[in-house]
């Protein structure tokens, strides 16, 4: 094991947090973006508002079923080559979109090759993070997902100008690019563990154990508790209405009276305010635990939702993206930290990858509910009760969790 290095040196940890940062920004900032692009490909070639949604659905239930397996690989072999690879994917099916002609190429484009790329942006960095810091874990894992809203506020916006000036298909080509080079750079820069550099969590000297990767339960101890379940479930409520809003907000906003650019900062401004929440709800899981703070969340997310069915436009839009803003960040933040306080490091990956994928199953459900509900209705309002009615049946399932007992670090030569 190589020796640790001189005191004075910053910890390394945080510089997987200022990668990992930055791989969130650009990752989903330009997967939100999809929603600016809606009008455009309506426009264009006359699809129908489910055919489009059904896209984004496709994404979500992709990365969160490759998510499973990157989570697994993630807690063998470490996060470096599957960022790589999986950047690759997420730019090419960006710079595929800009030659965009058929019905089967927006999913193979952006449901398959962007869904590929985004199935390692949560599950290997967040993991990551998980292993890099104890103490302040939630905070950590707030400050990494600060940059998912980061680039939820700016990307969007640029986006917006840029198809403007460029035109859309110019754009994912720009967003394309934009993603390779920072995939590239900051994917080299993560390490599985502060053990394999000779450091400890936090970068505190005597907080590392030679137990520290193997604490917790086994995946298959996980799945047989009733509380496993329980976080899945909760979490599918959750993504089903966080992607249904983030698609189709900006279609609402401008079915309102909206002009395209005000309706664009509608999805940025919840961009902004969920950074607020992923730091507020991060640091504060430290304190009052995650589980506490996922139930904030939920009570917030519930206020949200219900001021939505009376939002007539304008201002009464930006309010309800304030508040549901910092409800979306802080659920996106306390889901890893949720998972190490309940079952421990020692499957991590794993166990996050499976919740994971049941959110994004919720994910990939919402939008083309929203969307076939809209074509039949013409109108978003049954579908914005229907998200009312899961955020309520999310609090209560969440309100079911409870820790899960851990068997000693010495039982961590069982199989998975």
């Known amino acids: 094991m190589p020796a640790s290095p001189p005191a004075t040196r910053r910890f390394y940890g ?4 200022a990668a990992s940062f930055f791989m969130q920004a650009v990752s989903v900032g330009s997967m939100i973006s999809y929603s600016v692009f809606f009008r455009h490909l309506l426009d264009e070639f006359g699809w129908s508002r489910a055919f489009v949604s059904g896209a984004s659905s496709m994404v979500m239930f992709t990365m969160g079923a490759l998510g499973i397996l990157f989570g697994r690989l993630n807690d063998r072999f470490g996060p470096r080559r599957i960022l790589l690879l999986s950047g690759l994917s997420l730019a090419g099916g960006f710079m595929l979109m800009s030659v965009l002609q058929t019905r089967w190429q927006l999913y193979v484009f ?9 199935s390692t942006h949560d599950i290997v960095t967040l993991s990551t993070i998980a292993r890099w810091f104890r103490r302040r874990r939630g905070m950590m894992t707030g400050l990494v997902k600060a940059g ?19 035109g859309w298909r110019s754009t994912y080509l ?8 920072v995939y590239l750079l900051a994917a080299r820069l993560v390490r599985r563990s502060p053990e394999e550099m000779g450091l400890s969590p936090d970068g505190v000297p005597g907080t590392a154990e030679p137990t520290a990767q193997s604490d917790g339960v086994v995946l298959t101890q996980a799945l047989r508790t009733p509380q496993f379940w329980l976080c899945c479930l909760s979490y599918f409520c959750v993504v089903f209405g966080a992607m249904t809003i983030l698609t189709h907000i900006v279609m609402h906003a401008s079915d309102s009276g909206m002009e395209p650019g005000p309706a664009a900062a509608v999805v940025s401004t919840i961009g902004i305010l969920s950074i607020a929440g992923r730091i507020t709800m991060g640091t504060l899981s430290d304190r009052i635990g995650s589980r506490r703070s996922f139930l904030a969340c939920f009570c917030i997310l519930i206020a949200a939702l219900l001021w939505l069915q009376f939002a007539a436009g304008g201002w009464m839009l930006f309010a309800f993206a304030v508040v549901y803003g910092f409800a979306h960040g802080g659920f996106y933040t306390v889901l890893s930290p949720t998972i190490a306080e309940l079952f421990g490091l020692r499957a991590h990956g794993a166990i996050f990858g499976i919740a994971y994928f049941w959110g994004t199953l919720g994910g990939a459900i919402g939008p083309v509910v929203a969307g076939r509900i809209y074509d039949v209705h013409q109108s978003y309002s049954l579908a914005f009760w229907v998200l009312e009615g899961l955020a309520v049946l999310g609090l209560l399932f ?4 409870r820790p899960v007992a851990q068997p000693p670090a010495r039982a961590a030569s069982q199989p998975r």
């Open 174 to 181: 720009v967003i394309g690019v934009m993603v390779l080079v």
């Open 14 to 17: 945080y510089t997987i947090v």
């Open 148 to 166: 998912t809203g980061t680039g939820q506020f700016i990307i969007p916006l640029m986006v917006s100008g840029l198809i403007v000036t460029a």
């Open 110 to 118: 952006y449901g398959l090759l962007v869904g590929i790329g985004m």
């Open 398 to 401: 969440m309100l079911g969790v």
